[in-house]
């Protein structure tokens, strides 16, 4: 079993991007709140994203996260310091019995198409299995259970439905807001 930090390991390892000053680093708390609200806002205006996140909003979500650890379940890419995009899991168990390992990320769109988010995927998909696994050998959820991966993709998000599918996702489901 990986621990987080190895994950970050592979990670840099793995990204390959050839970036110049790019970096990954777990979340640091309320210090973090403002670089994720500029990367929040910046990515919803080139999204199409009706977005309307302040401040206040993002210390509210942060301070009642369920079934999250940030510091375990978050990381943030850097590039010379500054972050570029950050990616969060998070979980549920539906009342059908199926574990669901949910996620999102965001990268500044100057720097998508450069591997950054490859590389926020590959911790995605590193820590959800990592979650589950924990909580079968701790009894909390029974080995037989169902996971599923759910990340929310808005028509609208080009460039995450792309990369998804470069990874092989595919949609299986689809919800309008209204």
Known sequence: MMDNTDTLKKIEIMNGTGIPGLSFRGFRGEKDFPAMLRVIRLCGEVDGLERSENLEDIVNTYTHLVNCDPYKDMLFAEVNGKVVGYCRVWWAVEGSGQWIG?????????????????????????????????????????????????????????????????????????????
């Open 102 to 178: 949910f996620s999102f990320g965001n990268v500044l769109p100057e720097w998508r198409g450069k591997g950054i988010g490859s590389a926020l995927l590959d911790f995605i998909e590193a820590r959800l299995p990592q979650i589950a696994s924990e909580l079968k050998q701790n009894g909390k959820l029974d080995r037989d259970t169902p996971c599923l991966l759910d990340n929310f993709v808005s028509s609208t998000e080009k460039a995450r439905t792309i990369l998804l599918e470069q990874h092989g996702y595919k949609a299986v489901r689809y919800a309008f807001e209204m």
